[in-house]
């Protein structure tokens, strides 16, 4: 079975703290994704990573930045944390040999205050 | 750019009761197509998916989805619900001719299923 770990369940983080959420998965897949899950709204793409060292900006990308140095890590980074990014993030991977079918990690919740 | 419309907010139901949820999704090209479940306090699961072939295709726990190339939709169902399956439901849409392209999800549709 495909796993994605996000590091960490559960944060709560200072208006204007930097945050690190950090993600791997174990089966070599090229692809990466960021998504927040709000209520009401559904996921929305942030940001996402086709190979080592490149990213791509999703739909939301205000606020947030991505790093991937490694093929099986991709760290979301939020620079100044704000009230209005406390979310459940969730991490996912995916490559063309599975169909491109989407694997979630279990979320971060972060809260912002 | 794709988008993916699921016209149910919250559907309540009993138990036995039969289900569908709707999802229309805007594109015109050839596209993947995606049933995730999330059940309260767990990671979203893949339920089933299109990609080609039979536009009817069965996924896990008895759900079945009918592809419609013509109404662009993508309906969920089953035949009877059991309180199990209380969860919200997403539809999500890739382009089929790349082969990175991101998911696009709907906002979702939470069930819940009362005895």
């Known amino acids: 079975d495909v796993k994605v770990t996000q590091s960490s369940r559960y944060l709560v983080k200072r208006t204007g703290e930097k945050v690190f959420l950090e993600c791997v998965q174990d089966?070599?897949?090229?692809?990466m994704f960021w998504y927040r899950q709000d209520p009401g709204l559904g996921l929305r793409l942030i940001y996402f990573s086709y190979d080592v060292k490149m990213k791509e900006k999703g739909d939301i990308p205000e606020g947030y930045s991505v790093s991937r140095e490694k093929k099986e890590r991709f760290s979301l980074i939020l620079e100044s944390a704000s009230t209005n990014q406390t979310s459940m993030y969730l991490c996912?991977?995916?490559?063309?040999?599975?169909?491109?079918?989407?694997?979630f990690g279990e979320g971060s919740w972060l809260t912002v205050v | 750019a794709q988008s993916v419309s699921q016209h149910n907010h919250h559907v309540i139901l009993s138990e036995a009761a039969s289900l569908e949820l709707g999802c229309n999704y805007s594109?015109?090209?050839?596209?993947?197509l995606f049933w995730y479940v999330q059940y309260p306090g767990q990671h979203l699961q893949l339920l089933l998916k299109y990609f080609s072939g039979d536009p009817l295709v069965k996924g896990i726990k008895g759900f079945e989805a009918e592809f419609i190339k013509s109404k662009f939709s993508f309906n969920l169902r089953k035949p009877s619900v059991q309180w199990s399956d209380t969860a919200e439901y997403f539809c999500a849409v890739n382009d089929w001719n790349s082969g990175n392209t991101p998911l696009v999800f709907g906002k979702g549709t939470r069930l819940s299923v009362i005895a």
């Open positions: 089966m070599d897949h090229e692809n």
């Open positions: 996912a991977s995916s490559a063309p040999e599975t169909g491109n079918t989407i694997y």
């Open positions: 594109y015109g090209g050839t596209v993947n």
